[in-house]
């Protein structure tokens, strides 16, 4: 090989390496050293603001009930102490309340970012023809902080639409009549 050949070869090989370097370096600070924001979902129209801070949700309505709990994380997965989460949902039957803050309210993390959420499993309802899949509507935030607006649903649903991204699907476990469900919230703090 001559040697202006060989010297260009040794250079592309050189490059190829460092760019290999990079990449891995990328993939490995992005799966190991970051959370992944959880994904957003629309508000839609039944919101009511102004919910009281409550420890638990419906606990006067019949239904399923169900238990939500893990933590409120930032983007470099650090808790997120003191977040807050306006949750609002149907009851069991799929209607939502309008006249009183039933089936709606804050729920605070602990100063480690740990949050429980106790309520019933939601129902289905009809919307422009079409029948939404059992869902919770949640703003995440913390003092200082913008809200985070989402959904979550449910695995198994049958009639999951349009509007659910597979990240937020809950998965499920079931004990003594009670569904439970472990799920961790992203949100960007600056
Ligand atoms: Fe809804």
Redesign the pocket.
Known sequence: MKKPIAVLVLIIITMGILGISVWLNSTIQNSSFACSLTETNPQ?P?YIPGAPYKEKLGELISGQRLIISGNVLNQDCNPVSNAIIDVW??DSNGN?YFEDFTLRGQITADNSGQYKIETVFPGK?SESGAT?PA?I?LKISAPGLSSHTT?VYFEGDEHLDFLVKPSLILKMDERDGIKYSEFDFVIFTP
């Open positions: 839609g039944y949902q149907t939502y309802y939404r869902h509507h959904q």
